[in-house]
């Protein structure tokens, strides 16, 4: 089988693909580790500063006129560079794909036993990561994006009951891992060791099964750096410039403050509708195949991007799309940032709709690809279903890449409910 089998998507033939950089060379950002964050709290508040320290489970930032302010994971919904980054697409360089959407990019994988791993990143220098924390590993890294996302999308979505290394030729080998070094990988066959040349192989998916990657029990962060890195952390410090943290598997991690591109709040008080199944999704056909709604992707397969931004989670549709999420206890706001995928071109055109058990709560205007990404933020409080509805804009679903991007639900956590209290006491 090809591995890079041609795309099924045949309804976008002129969808286009856009790429923004505000990167060095290397991937450094060209402002310098003190340009501003801008912050978003689970209660809808918009914070500007720089980042001058991590300490208990809270960040702090100086604001204007020189104020500081201290923000607890559990409040936070994420912290992005003012600047918008782009992130570098189709780099020829290797990477490790973690358990939960984390990654690494731009790094050098030196050899394996049966449970480590030995990766060199440009960002975050040599690693030793426990092999159960490991997804999959591109040794060869197309030339084209598109190839890239749908490798790393097959990676990660396609069903396999063990280890399968997929060659450059389009074959695929079935069986054990154990071990690499810098010349072959080392595998077990119907009972039988072999070893596999590395110069022909493009990447090795391990069973999913045996994925071990503890999601810490306390609220975290993500952190996402500029060359499209992404690792969860804890006991987060500042130190002359650079983060020192521990990732979620217990490794040592350090960074220049110069390659964050964002912070992402992860805690009780915030769950995303990509990890929430819908009680029931609805398709009305027009033209073509019938795409069904993606996680965490486009319709098509591919990283949401809406005004020059890259995100990691969120709902992509095409219309005529209805999704219907039950609003469970402690649900209290719907929160996204909408709009059509800078891949649609100049075809996509849709309309978003989003209601609260029978009542329409929002509705937008035609959106294509030129309009500005919309933010939204829905009360919930007394609804029992949300139903997020894609509509046909002015050409039917023509390359309509319609993006939920940060889907999410605000619960509410331990403050909220004592400011709940406040509200109401006498």
Not at 19 to 33: E, H
Not at 64 to 87: M, N, P, Q, W, Y
Not at 379 to 398: H, P, Q, S, Y
Request: glycine share 10%; net charge neutral; hydrophobic share 35%.
């Amino acid at each position: 089988m090809n591995l890079f089998k041609k795309n099924q998507s045949i309804l976008y033939p002129v969808c286009l693909i856009v790429a923004a950089s505000s990167v060095d060379a290397r991937g450094g950002l060209q402002d310098g580790p003190d340009s501003t964050f801008q912050a978003r709290t689970i209660d809808g508040r918009e914070i500007t500063g720089r980042i001058v320290s991590f300490g208990d489970h809270e960040v702090t930032l100086v604001i204007k006129g020189g104020k500081k302010e201290s923000l607890k994971f559990d409040r936070l919904v994420r912290i992005a560079r003012e600047t918008v980054v782009g992130i570098p697409a189709g780099e020829n360089s290797q990477a490790v794909l973690l358990g939960d959407g984390d990654r690494l990019i731009r790094a050098s994988i030196r050899g394996a036993t049966e449970t480590v791993l030995e990766v060199r990143s440009e960002a975050l220098g040599k690693l030793d990561i426990p092999l159960g924390n490991v997804l999959g590993l591109i040794l060869a890294v197309p030339g084209r994006p598109t190839d890239l996302d749908r490798l790393i999308e097959r990676i990660r979505t396609e069903p396999r009951q063990s280890e399968v290394v997929w060659l450059a030729n389009g074959d695929r080998v079935a069986g054990s891992f154990l071990g690499m070094d810098e010349r072959s990988i080392r595998f077990q066959r119907d009972q039988k060791p072999v070893e596999i040349d590395r110069g022909g192989v493009v990447a090795l998916g391990f069973d999913p099964k045996l994925l071990d990657y503890p999601r810490p029990k306390e609220a975290f962060l993500e952190a996402s750096l500029v060359d499209g890195t992404r690792i969860g952390l804890t006991r987060i410090r500042l130190v002359e410039g650079n983060i020192e943290a521990t990732s979620r598997s217990g490794l040592a991690i350090r960074f220049p403050v110069s390659e964050l591109a964002r912070l992402q709040g992860r805690s009780e008080s915030v769950v995303y509708l990509s990890e929430r199944p819908p009680a029931r999704a609805q398709y009305e056909e027009y033209v073509g195949p019938t795409l069904p709604f993606r996680v965490d992707r486009t319709v098509d397969g591919h990283p949401i991007r809406l005004g020059g931004q890259t995100f990691d989670r969120g709902i992509g549709t095409q219309s005529r799309t209805f999704l219907a999420y039950r609003i469970e206890p402690g649900d209290r706001r719907f929160q996204a940032t909408i709009g059509v995928d800078e891949r649609a071109g100049p075809l996509g055109s849709v309309v978003f709709r989003v209601f609260v058990d029978r009542r329409e709560r929002f509705q937008s205007p035609a959106m294509t690809d030129h309009d500005p990404p919309k933010t939204l933020d829905i009360d919930l409080d007394g609804g029992k279903i949300l139903i997020l509805a894609t509509e046909f804009g002015e050409r039917g679903n023509v390359c309509d890449l319609a993006d939920w991007a940060e889907a999410r639900i605000i619960r509410q956590g331990p403050e909220t409910i004592e400011e709940s209290k406040n509200r109401t006491s006498p």
